[in-house]
């Protein structure tokens, strides 16, 4: 391997490293927003005290996660004109727009919207604070559809045209926006928002009811985030395999890698479900193969009988690496099954009466805490893995969308990120832990709450709400 693609290498890991680490923080404020949304909501409705605790209670999180977020999000968005001034350059005219329009569009909303619903409440009223909340929570759908939409043309690309400079020309925005893989990337990715946001705010909860099962605010978390585990994770299922669907329409190659399908089968012979294996780049076969015999086809053709492309019937150059591929799948859909059985089991818990009491469920939502957030990014490596060996999908390769610079370059870039996001991650996840630490409880204040009480003129945000 040359030290262009040495380099090339290393610029790939650090833009998989940092949009890891953003994504997950992407991910916990959509879908805290959207929780704070339907606390408020809740207590508006219902003026029961202890959805404002929560309220407070989680905004503090939420706070903490647009700050690390804005810093993780920022060094992100550098490294396009760095690493990859190249991919810049050819897709800036279609790209480029749509990071524009998340930036002025969502961004904005929802930062315009922050400091009310920060600091708000005691100034505007529990109504007008409420559609604050709602419209930060709005804005980070936004950023989420705009982001996504973009890189789902990057999977999927449609409504272009390509110079004679080798640039991408957009002819058709609305097939450019909502290219044929957009509507599945985006439900998906914020069903999986709520998953695993509901699932952190429940394994909060069972923290504090393994330690005082009598706490209503722990009792509502855990409840509330059973619920979402009850529908959505059976609904994120269903999604997924439709989203699946347009992936073997598409990109046949990270399918085959999904499945561990190296040799071509014949017509009407099925195809086996892997459930483990060993997958062999170098060898192009499987070690270690433990395979139902037709039961692929069940999710794949929906019948007994249908077969896909295998990865030997592509050109090597062109094949993404199958090994990472075919573990982060199942690291994924294992997690989602696991969800879907805490779900139900919570359902004849719920019968019985003994949801709060029941020890083992409690145990298995603290262990489970980080789940949703792991099968996030075990999916986005699918995702992306699975692109490879392109950046837009076979029509620019990823070594040709890299900046031309040295690899030493590279090399520190890459170090120093690693460096800023160790302390800056490492900060918030020590203050994190410190907020959750503690058991919210009634008249719960929110952010800054001496800061709070001194624009406000000494009144408690919990007494607020008054218009």
Known sequence: MDEAHIANLIARSQFGFTISMHIVLAALSIGLANYLMVLEGLWIWRK????????????????????????????????????????????????????????????????????????????????????????????????????????????????????????FVPINWWAIVFNPSFPYRFAHMTLAAFLATAFLVGGVGAWHLLRNHRNPHARLMLSMALWMATFVAPLQLLVGDQHGENTLAYQQQKVAAIEGAWDPRRPGSGQPLV??????????????????????????????????????????????????????????????????????????????????????????????????????????????????????????????????????????SAASIVAVYAVVFGIGFVYLLRIVAKPPHAKESGPHPTLASEMSGGRRSSDSGRP
């Not at 909340?133 to 980070?140: E, K, P, R």
């Not at 039961?295 to 007994?304: I, K, V």
């Open 48 to 167: 029961r005290q202890t959805y404002i605790d929560l309220y407070n209670y989680w905004l503090k999180i939420f706070a903490l996660t647009v700050a690390v977020g804005v810093v993780s999000g920022v060094l992100m968005e550098y490294q396009f004109g760095t690493n990859w001034s190249a991919f810049a350059t050819k897709t800036g005219a279609v790209v480029g727009p749509m990071m524009m329009y998340e930036v002025v569009v969502a961004f904005f909303l929802e930062s315009g919207f922050i400091g009310v619903m920060l600091y708000g409440m005691s100034k505007v009223g529990k109504r007008l604070h409420f559609a604050a909340t709602a419209c930060v929570a709005l804005g980070s759908l936004f950023s989420a559809f705009w982001i996504l939409s973009a890189n789902s043309w990057m999977q999927t690309p449609a409504g272009y045209s390509i110079g004679k400079d080798g640039r």
């Open 275 to 412: 459930l483990f294996a060993v997958p062999d780049m170098k060898e192009r076969t499987n070690h270690l193969e433990l395979a139902i015999p037709r039961a692929a086809s069940l999710y794949l053709r929906h019948n007994l009988t249908g077969t896909i492309s295998s990865l030997k019937e592509f050109p090597p150059a062109d094949i993404p690496p199958a090994p990472i591929i075919f573990f982060a799948f199942r690291v994924m859909v294992g997690l989602g099954l696991l969800m879907i059985a805490v779900g139900i089991a919570s359902v004849v818990l719920r019968r019985r009466r003994s949801l709060y009491d029941a020890r083992w469920l409690l145990h298995t939502m603290v262990a489970l805490s980080p789940a949703g957030f792991v099968a996030m990014l075990a999916g986005w490596v699918v995702t992306e893995v699975g692109r490879q060996p392109y950046t837009v999908y076979g029509l620019l390769r990823t070594i040709n969308g890299s900046s031309p610079i040295p690899l030493r370059a590279v090399a520190w």
